[in-house]
């Protein structure tokens, strides 16, 4: 007998779809020109059915940004829960996760992370309006960095806000530029944000 849906499991099927289709329609067109018709016509899905989710565009945009940086927890939660050190090796790994993981996903991506930037930089109000959600993306953000260090019994040398605020903003830049040109910039820094940790 085929399992029947629950009407959570539809909402959440439905907003995965539409956070597939925000994902890819804002990668090809950028934020700012990317429309809501745009996304529900991609994901097969009416405007209302986006409205349903998410009262703007700019949280959509935070929806699928949010759920990129799970998947990098995820990514590097899964490297550091097996180590018990970050030497050479772990180092090693966690740049080829990132490094893939920035693949995966394409430099339009990561160029698209400069482009809502920039959008906040000229639109205060919207800026505003999404304050709340990018503090909660840094606080998850480091309680995992203040988790991971406490597991590995180290101390951090800076703030662990501090060192989130640094990863996002370094983090698409260090893929774009790796991308524009030709270099890997993973490792080095890896090293760097490694740095900022006092091993035992």
């Given at each position: 007998m085929p399992e029947r849906w629950t009407r959570e499991r539809r909402l959440e099927h439905?907003?995965?779809l539409l956070l597939d289709a925000a994902e890819d329609v804002f990668a090809e067109k950028g934020f700012a020109p990317a429309t809501l018709d745009d996304i529900a016509h991609a994901a097969g899905?009416?405007?209302?059915?986006?409205?349903?989710?998410?009262?703007t565009k700019e949280e959509l945009f935070l929806a699928v940004s949010d759920r990129y940086w799970r998947r990098y927890f995820d990514n590097f939660a899964?490297?550091?829960a097996a180590a018990d050190q970050v030497g050479a090796r772990e180092r090693d790994e966690i740049?080829?996760?990132w490094r893939q993981l920035s693949h995966d996903r394409g430099a339009e991506h990561a160029a698209l992370?400069?482009?809502?930037?920039?959008?906040?930089l000229r639109n205060p109000d919207a800026r505003e309006r999404v304050a709340g959600k990018r503090s909660e993306v840094v606080d998850r953000l480091a309680a995992f960095?203040?988790?991971g260090v406490d597991r590995l019994g180290g101390t951090l040398t800076i703030p662990a806000t501090s060192f989130a605020q640094v990863l996002i903003a370094t983090s698409d830049a260090i893929v774009l530029s790796s991308e524009l040109d030709g270099i890997d910039l993973y490792r080095p820094i890896v090293d760097m944000y490694t740095s900022a940790i006092k091993l035992p």
């Open positions: 439905t907003r995965s899905y009416t405007k209302g059915a986006i409205y349903k989710h998410f009262a899964e490297v550091m740049a080829a996760r992370g400069h482009e809502f930037t920039l959008y906040l960095i203040v988790e």
